[in-house]
């Protein structure tokens, strides 16, 4: 019995050594470089059992056009638009100094407008006040200089000053001597003294249908051709400006101060722009004229007096006369 398991022994052991040599011969062969068969084993074992491994990419590489970067988009720079508004021209200045005078202001009221109950509605000084402000811009707008006798609603001659020096205060004559020393020491050029008109009928009640446009200048001084016309061209001008804007004013003329009659002095010269005398102690020193060009009296007239766009026409049209004066041009009438 011993022998027989002894000489079974060997013959049991040749499959499991040729076993081994095969299994070495198999594991040299699959690690061989470049055997394409053990690659694809490799893949259809691993793939769908261990997902941790990653998977070979079989997609076909892509072409040249699909891997090329696309154009990004042109970006065109946002533009903020701003208006530059045309600049202002500057005026040429000029060596011309203007004296505007507004009639009256302060306790002088002037002329004055009532409603048909008898209740002041406005009066003249602060109508003259408007318009000599307004014609102030559009002078400097033009390159002109000026000088204003007053600006705001007041008296020149605040303090009551004896400035005639005639031993007494009386309000007119030392008032206007004050706005004439005013402007002589200002070395004005050329003066307008702006008032408007009222009438009253003899029985002392506004008469409404009087109505027109008056411009005085003094004859009886050493430049009276200059006196003359630069009235007549602020007379012309207005009333060229007055019917432009609809109202057909009555031209009541040019005229010599002297003419003036009032109850007490009869054909006086205005202190503004009369020659030496008793009562003008100090005359103005340069050409000018005295304007009324409405009766705020009047029933129409007395609107268009507080009219801003009126009284801007006016203004406009005061610039133009002095422009036209400055620059020499001549009137439309002939010197008296």
Known sequence: MKERRSHMMPHVRVPMILTALLLLLL??????????????????????????LPRMNTAPPPTATATAARPEPTVVPSVTRTFTPEPTPTPTIRAFL???????????????????????????????LDLGLLLRDE???????????RDTDRAVNED???VTGDGEFEYTLDETQARVDLINASGADLLLSLHHNAYMSASGEEDSEVGGIQTYYCADREFAEDNYRF????????????RSYG????????????????????????IMLGPESERIVRPSQMPGALSEPL?????????????????????????????????????????P
């Open 231 to 242: 009235a007549v061209l602020i007379h012309e001008h207005l009333i060229k400006a007055i």
């Open 247 to 270: 109202y057909d004013i009555q031209d009541r003329g040019v005229l010599d101060d002297a003419v003036l009659v009032t109850p007490d002095s009869p054909g006086r010269h205005l």
């Open 27 to 52: 594991g040299a062969f699959a690690c061989a470089p470049g055997n394409q068969s053990q690659v694809s084993l490799a893949n259809t074992v691993a793939s769908p059992t261990n997902l941790a």
């Open 139 to 149: 002078l400097l707008s033009r390159g002109f200089q000026v000088v204003m006798t």
């Open 295 to 335: 009766f705020i009296t009047h029933t129409e007239e007395g609107l268009l007096a507080r009219e801003p766009e009126f009284l801007a026409a006016l203004a406009v049209a005061y610039a133009d006369a002095i422009e036209a004066y400055v620059d020499g041009n001549a009137t439309g009438q002939e010197s």
């Open 160 to 162: 009551e000053v004896d």
């Open 98 to 128: 203007v004296a505007v005078d507004p009639g009256h202001g302060g306790v002088d009221l002037g002329a004055r407008r009532f409603d048909e109950q008898g209740h002041m509605v406005y009066h003249e000084s602060t109508v003259n």
